[in-house]
Structures are given as structure tokens and as C-alpha cells.
């Protein structure tokens, strides 16, 4: 071989150079890159990519928005069915403990004023004016117009006021009717 200062070997050499030179090849070629013919004729500036971004997904974001607010709706929406269901239940308990209460009432009522009715004006009075001034009230709504009229007389004129005024009020229908 002739000795010289390019000595070397024809195959190692293309090897070396082989990933360059392909490299400046594709960078020579125009439209070589995805991106390169992707783009229209004039290139858009940062402001416009950003437009063409946000249009491009505003459906798709506005869509999952719906979705998240259509689950978060269901979410109350059951909330609200479980709280109406316990609602309605105690609804019915307090509607029984009612019921119980008033037939209570009205037996207790009866009972009293049974009692009150066999007592004389003047004892029934004393013991009237102790109790509570609607319980007073309520027995003698239920006694005769007679006997109720002795007792009030023998009761304290204050207390019998109060008495008379609670049972005009009962009468009233206007009494019961929201004011609004």
C-alpha cells in the first residue's frame, strides 16, 4: 500500500459519517418534517396557535364540564332524597306521637271535665284558678253554659277575664289563620 496521509479504510469511514451526512440529507429536503407541511402557506404567531388551541378543545372541555356538573347534580340529588326520606319518616313518627297525644287529651279532657261537673261552683273555682290558665279554660268550654257562668263568677275576676278571653279567641276563626 502507498503510504500517505489519508490512510484509512473506505468502510469505517462510511459508518463515521453515515448519521451526519443522513441527517444534513433530511434537514436539505423541504416538506422532509410532519410538522413543515402541517403548516399553512403563512406561518401563525403564538396568539393565534393559542386561538386555534382553545378552539379546537372548547367542545371537548365544555362537554366534560356538562358531564362533572350532570354528577355533581346527581350527587345532591340523591343528598336531597335521602334527607326528604328521613324527613317523611320522622314526619310519621311525629304524626303517631300526635295522634297519641290528642287521644290522650281528649280522654284526660273528658275525664276532667267530668270531674269539674259533679263539683259545686265554688270548689270547682278554687281548684280552676290553680291549674294552667288554658287547661282552666279548656274545662270550662266543655261544662254547660250554666255551670261554667257559676264558676267564672266565683273565680277571681282577673283570672276568669283571662279565662273569657281564651275561650272568645277559641271561637274566633279568625284566631287560627296566618296573619300574613
Known amino acids: 500500500m502507498i503510504g500517505s496521509k489519508f490512510d484509512f479504510k473506505i468502510p469505517e469511514l462510511l459508518g463515521k459519517l453515515s ?22 402557506a403563512g406561518d401563525l404567531s403564538s396568539e393565534e ?13 365544555r362537554d366534560q364540564r356538562y358531564l362533572l356538573q350532570k354528577q355533581e347534580l ?10 326528604m326520606a328521613e324527613m317523611d319518616k320522622r314526619k310519621a ?23 269539674f261537673k259533679n263539683m259545686k261552683p265554688d270548689a270547682a273555682a ?6 294552667k290558665i288554658e287547661v282552666a279554660a279548656a274545662v270550662i268550654m266543655r261544662l254547660g253554659s250554666r255551670q261554667s257562668s257559676l264558676i267564672l263568677n266565683e ?13 272568645a279567641s277559641a271561637s274566633d276563626p279568625n284566631t287560627s289563620k296566618d296573619p300574613s
Open 49 to 61: 396557535e393559542i386561538k386555534q388551541f382553545c378552539t379546537n378543545i372548547a367542545d371537548p372541555a
Open 93 to 115: 313518627e311525629y304524626q303517631d306521637w300526635l295522634k297519641r297525644r290528642d287521644d290522650f287529651l281528649k280522654q284526660a279532657q273528658a275525664g276532667l271535665t267530668d270531674i
Open 74 to 83: 346527581e350527587k345532591l340529588r340523591a343528598d336531597i332524597d335521602a334527607r
Open 19 to 40: 448519521l451526519p451526512a443522513a441527517v444534513a440529507v433530511l434537514l436539505s429536503i423541504p416538506g422532509a418534517f410532519a410538522q413543515e407541511a402541517a403548516r399553512p
Open 155 to 167: 273565680m277571681d275576676p282577673l283570672k276568669a277575664a283571662v279565662i273569657a278571653n281564651i275561650i
Open 126 to 131: 278554687l281548684q280552676l284558678q290553680e291549674v
